[in-house]
């Protein structure tokens, strides 16, 4: 069962418009959320995260926002650019929860239209 | 090194032939982790170091899967007698200690089993 859910695999967004990507999650126990980016060919790498109890956490053009109770997170970027076309992946984990590792959605691929 | 590296970046292989993915992590990062993208999939956890031990296996797909790190710095990923399903991008990340979630990431080894 997919605990961390993306549910838009592309997304096509105009360059300096808003991009907002969705991610919805199943498990109460998830306490830190974490947004990967990823280029073809490289690995991913780390773009911002938020822990359960705050509800945004900004970081120049990203934004996290969570919403526990609808335990639904998005990514905001503004102003979208051409080089965050990409995958984003959205990621968390549960506290004390042994594996030590991250449950990450399919990921969702943002392109940006001149 | 700058980053974490992974060899080799990409590998196929006879189905029922072993297979030996290796990862070098940042230097000073005593986390490591494993993780794997099948075709369409988000990424898979499986398996992650702190220092040389490996507290936790229950993520490995299979007893065909093994994986070691020694030195506290390289770790490899084994595969005994790959199979079709075994095919996808295997990647390996580090971070400075357990529980930091900004992990960095390899750019991953891309195995075919064919």
């Known amino acids: 069962d997919q605990q961390v859910k993306q549910n838009s695999p592309s997304l096509s967004v105009q360059e300096g418009r808003i991009s907002i990507l969705n991610c919805d999650y199943t498990n109460s126990m998830f306490d830190y959320f974490l947004w990967y980016k990823k280029y073809p060919a490289e690995g991913p790498t780390f773009l911002i995260s938020?822990?359960?109890?705050?509800d945004k956490n900004e970081d120049g053009r990203f934004t996290v926002f969570l919403n526990k109770s609808a335990k639904h997170l998005s990514l905001h970027i503004v102003p979208s650019q051409p080089g965050d076309s990409a995958v984003y992946f959205c990621?968390?984990?549960?506290?004390?929860?042994?594996?030590?590792?991250?449950?990450f959605g399919k990921g969702t691929h943002l392109i940006i239209q001149p | 090194g700058a980053g974490v590296s992974q060899s080799p970046s990409n590998k196929v292989t006879e189905k029922g032939k072993d297979v030996e993915l290796r990862c070098d992590p940042i230097?000073?990062?005593?986390?490591l982790y494993w993780y794997r993208q099948s075709l369409g999939q988000g990424l898979e956890f499986l398996i992650y170091?702190?220092?040389?031990?490996?507290?936790?296996k229950s993520g490995l797909p299979s007893d065909r899967f093994s994986a070691e790190r020694t030195g506290g710095s390289v770790s490899t990923l084994t595969i005994q007698r790959t199979q079709q399903e075994d095919s996808a991008v295997y990647l390996c990340?580090?971070?400075?200690?357990?529980?930091?979630?900004?992990?960095?990431f390899g750019s991953g080894t891309r195995l075919t089993v064919v």
């Open positions: 938020i822990s359960s109890i705050k």
């Open positions: 990621a968390a984990r549960i506290d004390g929860g042994g594996a030590d590792g991250l449950t």
């Open positions: 170091f702190q220092g040389n031990s490996a507290p936790d």
């Open positions: 990340a580090s971070s400075p200690r357990l529980g930091n979630y900004g992990y960095t």
């Open positions: 230097s000073g990062h005593t986390a």
